[in-house]
């Protein structure tokens, strides 16, 4: 899933004051957008998510915020359709499971993180206990190990960006075969997905905020907990908000009335 509506996008004197301003915030709408996605999740996806991993970028954490409000409210909560907040809504934090992934962050790159705003030296710092303190209280999983301990070296190739993005999602999906996993991560983590796991997707033209492409693939369990699993596969079925080409042809998956920049 991409982060929702980022604030220097709506507001681009923000920039001027920030003291991190290649790390913006959602805008409000970004948070109603988001939290609006997992109500969406919850009542039309069919299956329950049981882990979120999420970028340490701030629009990723607090999309993955309100997303984990909405799936994890307690049962009641979540079924008015005019409720667009997650402002005081109860959650039973036992229902979901958040952690940070490294692997899933922006792409370390000027195409990505604009010159305008990129550190001279290169250095991005992110406190981890700063991080996990945008997310509700009890739904860290402080056992979960990040996949990658550091962020990608600074002008990482494009090539190279898009290979991470799919070697995360595979590994995440190898390391827990039984479970329903979401990452919140960014336009182009979404891009490399679909265009990774969907082969006849040539190229994705548009991704709305918050838009969530979908890969599912058959698994095999065996004796002590071994599995053999097929291969990770995208789905047509179960997209939201994209924009893509199939050879000559241009697919537009559920919602996807507006076509935004992938970055």
């Not at 008015?80 to 499971?97: A, F």
């Not at 001279?120 to 996949?147: M, R, Y």
């Not at 990452?183 to 190229?203: D, I, P, R």
């Not at 890969?215 to 789905?235: H, K, W």
């Amino acid at each position: 899933m991409r982060h929702g509506d980022r604030m220097d996008n709506f507001e681009p004197l923000w920039i001027s004051t920030a003291k991190r301003p290649w790390d913006p915030p959602l805008v409000e709408a970004g948070k109603i957008r988001a939290y609006c996605t997992g109500q969406s999740l919850r009542n039309k996806l069919g299956f329950p998510i049981h882990r979120i991993f999420v970028s340490p970028f701030l629009r990723c954490l607090q999309t993955a915020a309100e997303i984990v409000i909405a799936l994890s409210a307690v049962e009641g909560q979540h079924d008015d359709p005019n409720n667009s907040s997650s402002n005081s809504v109860v959650i039973d934090p036992s229902k979901i499971k958040v952690a940070i992934e490294y692997g899933l962050c922006e792409m370390m790159n000027l195409r990505a993180i604009r010159p305008n705003v990129a550190p001279k030296d290169g250095v991005f710092n992110f406190n981890l206990s700063q991080c996990e303190a945008v997310l509700p209280p009890g739904t860290i999983d402080h056992a979960a190990e990040q996949l990658h301990k550091q962020l990608p070296e600074w002008q990482e190739t494009i090539e190279g960006a898009r290979a991470r993005y799919r070697e995360v999602i595979k590994a995440l999906a190898d390391k827990y075969p039984s479970e329903n996993l979401l990452l919140v991560t960014h336009g182009e983590g979404v891009e490399s997905a679909v265009c990774g796991f969907m082969q006849e997707v040539k190229k994705v033209r548009g991704l709305e905020y918050c838009a969530y492409s979908h890969s599912g693939r058959p698994i095999v369990f065996g004796e002590n907990q071994s599995f053999t699993a097929g291969d990770l596969l995208g789905l047509h079925e179960g997209q939201v908000g994209i924009t893509y080409v199939t050879g000559d042809s241009e697919v537009a998956s559920d919602d996807s009335s507006k076509k935004t920049n992938i970055n």
